[in-house]
Nanobody, 123 residues
């Protein structure tokens, strides 16, 4: 499975961005898909996930501001981000796990990763 992110950029606090992740290769229809982020000097952690049934889950820090969705026809995963804060500044990674969303949230060993796209939010 190959994952290629796009849509990152620089915005002011309160602004919005939509990240996209193009998915290709393999059979990933049963995968759990998600987004992670990593700020400089900090560990990577999960932001949002969506399973094959369309059930979504979010980190508490982004609930009500971020929305994860998937266009199965186009094989694209999205992360709509609004109400952005400076603390949202990070490299954002698309992720896919064939086992479960629980394994995705744990960054399980079978997780596939994209190369990342930078999001910078200025105050």
């Amino acid at each position: 499975v190959q994952l290629v992110e796009s849509g990152g950029g620089s915005v002011q606090a309160g602004g919005s961005l939509r990240l996209s992740c193009a998915i290709s290769g393999g059979t990933y229809s049963n995968y759990c898909m998600g987004w992670f982020r990593q700020a400089p000097g900090k560990s990577r952690f999960g932001v949002a996930a969506i399973n094959r049934l369309g059930l979504v889950s979010y980190a508490d820090s982004v609930k009500g501001r971020f929305t994860i969705s998937q266009d199965n026809a186009k094989n694209i995963l999205y992360l709509q981000m609004s109400g952005l804060k400076p603390e949202d500044t990070a490299m954002y990674y698309c992720a896919a796990n064939p086992d479960s969303c629980a394994s995705l949230w744990r960054s399980g060993p079978d997780t596939y990763w994209g190369q990342g796209t930078q999001v910078t939010v200025s105050s």
